[in-house]
């Protein structure tokens, strides 16, 4: 078995394999040729010309896997990314001054719960042997405060939130907001 004769036979199945996981056409390329490479240096060790089909799509698998592997690892981050991500701890901090006087505009339940559970750091299983109630009553319960919370930082302000879900940014809606 010669490379060549294996690679001329296969290539176009390999990157229709490819083509299927993986959806930039560079990255394909660059895959094919490091699958290429991995044949060149291991086609002596394959004795049967049997296995060789399954061989390659075994060496393209794992070429894929290792692929978004180092992708994962090493994210693209472009520099406006950082910079949003350097601001939300501030951005944070100064929303988190709100929480107290938010919490304390819910309906006295409401505020109660969030107090112990959100502030205090009670566990929902303490607080709710405490109130004497289900515990998946009161994991309802702290649901719904959340959302009521939730709902009054949308009355007070608009935000900016990135891909992860993270608050980067936010506007104050003045005529809206009670000033926290």
Known sequence: MNVEKVWSEYQN???GFLHNNVSDPDD???LLQDILIKTYQN???VHDSKKVKSWLFQIAKNTIIDFYRKKN?????T????WYHDSEPEVNQQLSMCI???INELAKED???LTAIEIEGLSQKQYAQKLGVNYSTLKSRVQK???KLYDLYNECCTFSIDKQGNIIDYQSKKDRCSGC
């Open 111 to 113: 505020a109660e719960l």
């Open 73 to 77: 690892k090493q994210p693209d981050i």
């Open 100 to 102: 107290i006087p938010f």
């Open 43 to 45: 086609l002596s060790k």
């Open 28 to 30: 394909i390329d660059d």
């Open 145 to 147: 405060s959340r959302a």
């Open 79 to 82: 520099d406006k990314e950082l």
């Open 13 to 15: 199945s390999l990157k």
